[in-house]
């Protein structure tokens, strides 16, 4: 097996009684899509604060190709390579749509502590931010404000400011959530074209999304993990059809 | 020695002093996460209303009752007419509007009562002193103040702990939402303790009138004192606050007293006379560097 | 009209000697109130950049501003008064202090920082209430002026033109640093600080240099202050001072940069005035803040919003 990219190790964190993450283990492979489901309240959500850095577990580790990142701030861990999207769309909302690309690509690529040119005519950040948002289809929304955007623009931005830091892993947290049929569908589209460019850590809803799309599936629930592996053998898994998947 | 055991008392008596004043404080960011520069105008005017209600009651204890009681009532009625329109606002409003509040009410008992200080006697019952050890004689009504302070402070955590608008006043401070979907009416409970927080400042206005002077501005000293202890003792906290109030309290006497021997120590002839104050007046503020910079949400945090 | 309003503004501002000195407005007393005008604008601008912009509302601006002021005190007193020593000791004492606390105050959020940076300039109150050689609570009356390199630059006349040149540059400063990468930072900071940690800033390094930054702006301010007054107290750190100095930038619209100098118009002919009319002026200007912040609906903002 491939070296991997990132690597979850008997994560575990408890709030009081709850146990929200109990010994979770996971293996992200390069150029894959692993897909994370599991029922509300199943951990997933916190799984992903917690590699992201927003949460701190009580025990584990979190290994970003072979480095442990555990400790490390946020930010840190967006600097080495680790991008995320949000859940619930999170933007910076008074700003343009290249403006918030462009501070993506800055925030990883560059330095804030630049005091005298402008931001906007910084070359070296427009010419990629405007390869991300077209990427994800935003080119002629570059010059809106992020605010005035359609619930499903905001969720193609929310994927290209993670598409525009270049990062070695992404972290989508329900990345087609509140999206209809047709943009979904041209979601779904992009990501498989992804797995090219780094590996990605799906978090969703949409289990017939997850399965045309992913490589691999971990199935969580009650903080645990209860099957992971290939598409096709989490789908005939009976501990993984008793616990989600027979929900459908 | 003897000094250290003067400075103890003195500096435990100025610690419950400032947890009268910052319980209501606490309890009120923690409970409606609402920034009230003015509190320590209720403080003020405890001391001016003390002086007055003495005067025309005849007696101290006359002018404390009624004091405390006409400044939870002037709480109540500020509450009611400007603070609970501001519920909500940005920190930045509820900063504004108060800071005019302050400078409104400052210059209001400049208008009434004049600038220049007043005094207010002490009980007869208290103003002896007795002998603490050999040598040193201790003023009654310090002991009486720091006791009294103790009393309302036990009284304060049984109300807070063992009640059930205690109980909803504790969820308030560490989730206000959950509160509120309990069906509680949480803009009553809010008044309630807005009205005991303010009543209390102005108690310990009346208290501490006669051993200052009462002048229009010293409730902001108090307050900004207080503000150091909520952020020590943790926001929401009333256990937060009686500890960093003490903590406080003992810091600015016994710690100013050994910081100037400090530096008479370290430090010869005019350099430590010129290091020595300075230092000190700067102890209380270092000390909640010191706090933050190790738990920056203070020393007991009410919210997880 | 927006863009061309601060230029507005400074024109008016450079007119007014010319005017004074032709005789067409009255000269004296007018320019030594706007003397002093631009003296708080200047330090009300600084604060506008990291409230503005920052978002990081700051109670303690007074404090950098009396730092700045009492460099000046304390080289006077020993007999240094030229500005080549002076600014710059001012500015990095202003910059340290901001340093030592912010790196303290920025641990915390909201209501926690409103108190902290509150309860440090109190401790620069203080502090200077205790410095005995320099008036002690008193405060301290200048020998003399400071000057640059032998010029009389901060000495009658000359003052408004100091004043007005260095409140110029530092509208250029902010305004160029508010549009470059830090003050974009600086601003999405404000505007989602997980999006951005999340994007791999280092928010709390990034507020740290603003209030630092800031901190310098304001000791300019002071050493301005000093001289225009002559003279330093304790007070030019109190709570108050702060506090005007926030009701500044809120009146002239907060993030405007420019909008710190119409406020700073403001509240100072506003105290003026009241102050010539009754000596309890702070009983019309304490209820008129209550009334703006309850009645105008995104707080005093909006007047300013409208204004810019």
Redesign the interface.
Known sequence: MAEALLKVEALSKHFGALRVSDRVDLTLAPATIHAVIGPNGAGKTTLIHQI?G?LRPDSGRILLAGEDITRL????R??RGL??S?QIT??????TVL?NAM??V???H???????????Q?GTLRAPALEALDRVGLADRAARLAGSLSHGEKRQLELA?ALA?TPRVMLLDEPLAGAGPEEAARLIGLLATLRDHCAIILVEHDVDAVFRLADAVTVLAQGRVIAHGAPDAVRADPAARAAYLGED | MILLVVQTLNGFQLGMLLFLVAAGLTLVFGVMNFVNLAHGVQYMLGAYLGVTFAQMAGGFWAGLVLASLSAGLFGLALEWLIFRHLYGRSDLDQVLATFGVILTLNEGVRLIWGSAPLELAMPRLLSGSFALMEGLRYPVYRVAIAGLGLAVALLLAAGVHRTRAGMLIRAGASNRDMVSALGVDINRLFRLVFGIGAMLAGFAGVLAAPLISVEPGMGENVLILAFVVIVIGGIGSIRGAFAAAIIVGLVDTVGRGAITGLAHLMLTGPAAAKVGPALASMLIYLVMAAVLALRPAGLFPARA | MNRALPWAIFAALALVPLLSALGVIPGGYLPLLLGRVMVFALAAMSLDFILGIGGLVSFGHAAPLAIGAYAVAILDANNVQDALVVIPVAVLAAGLFALATGAVALRTRGVNFIMITLAFAQMVYFAAGSLADYGGDDGYTLYSRTTLAGWKVFDGRAFYLTALITLFLAWLFLRMLAASRFGRTLAGIRQNRPRMAAMGFNAYAVELAALVIAAMIAAIAGVLLANEAEFVSPAYAGWARSGDLMVMVILGGVGSLHGAILGALLVVLAQEALGGLTSHWPLVFGPALVLAVLFLRHGIAGIGARRG
């Open positions: 992201c927003t701030p946020p930010h840190r967006a600097r991008a995320r949000f999170s933007l910076l909302t008074e700003m403006e501070l993506a800055l925030g990883v560059g330095s804030a502590f630049a005091f005298v040119r402008p931001l906007a910084s400011l830091a």
